[in-house]
């Protein structure tokens, strides 16, 4: 059983930064994906950015060009690296993981806890 860890949400003011961070305890390396949703108060969740084993990656048109994502293999680790913050982008941000990649999945969804990113004017 997967069980993904979180780090890096906060309180930060328009135009700043936070990294987010995501470890996943497994205990053999295998294909996956990996990468972050997030869910705005009367908002349905939405995909952030995501990552393959392999470096594909996706993301929302709302964040391209100020959000990056990145992984370490080795630790099976997830980095979201968040730049010029707005507003908008105030939500629970929730880690992601599962096996396979955006073509297909094997087994479960895993979730993380979620952790609050708010971003104050």
């Known amino acids: 059983q997967v069980q993904l860890v979180e780090s890096g949400g906060g309180l930060v003011q328009a135009g700043g930064s936070l990294r987010l961070s995501c470890s996943a305890s497994?205990?053999?390396?295998?294909?996956?994906?990996m990468g972050w949703y997030r869910q705005a108060p009367g908002k349905q969740r939405e995909l952030v950015a995501v990552m393959t084993t392999d470096a594909t990656t996706k993301y929302a048109d709302s964040v391209k060009g100020r959000f990056t994502i990145s992984r370490d293999n080795m630790k099976n680790t997830v980095y979201l690296q968040m730049d010029s913050l707005k507003v908008e982008d105030t939500a629970v941000y929730y880690c992601t993981y599962h096996r396979g990649n955006f073509r297909y999945t094997l087994g479960n969804d895993h979730w993380g806890p979620g952790t609050q990113v708010t971003v104050s004017s």
């Open positions: 497994t205990e053999i390396f295998d294909i996956n994906v």
